[in-house]
């Protein structure tokens, strides 16, 4: 099994997060549920998450 470089898992990580990150902007702005103390809490959220799983 080949390993995987550290720098291509914080590739994976950093994409993860955009996605989930733009995913949340782009349902917020469609339906205003949270304000802007409340988005930043939930991409803390993201990023916090994100950072911490094992690929």
Known sequence: ?????????????????????LEAEMKNLKTREKNNDQMVETITKIISNEAGKKY
């Open 1 to 21: 099994m080949m390993k995987s470089n550290p720098q291509e898992l914080d590739e994976k990580r950093l994409s993860a997060m955009k996605v989930k990150i």
